[in-house]
């Protein structure tokens, strides 16, 4: 789930992903990250975390799948 989390869909990589870049604050990036590391979002599966910005977007895209 980290793997896929940091997956995160960079400005420079549009053009090879045809997924629109994001921009994630630092502060957000650690919050998800501990998030995950504590279990919190042991619920969701690990599609959810692919190519997304903030661990929010994991959660809602998780509803989704």
Excluded: C, N, W
Excluded at 25 to 38: A, N, P, Q, V, Y
């Amino acid at each position: 789930k980290i793997q896929r989390f940091l997956s995160q869909p960079f400005f420079v990589a549009e053009v090879f992903t045809g997924s629109p870049g994001k921009y994630v604050s630092l502060k957000d990036t650690i919050r998800g990250f501990k998030g995950i590391m504590e279990g919190e979002y042991d619920h969701l599966p690990e599609q959810a975390f692919y190519m997304v910005g903030s661990i929010d977007e994991a959660v809602e895209k998780a509803k989704k799948l």
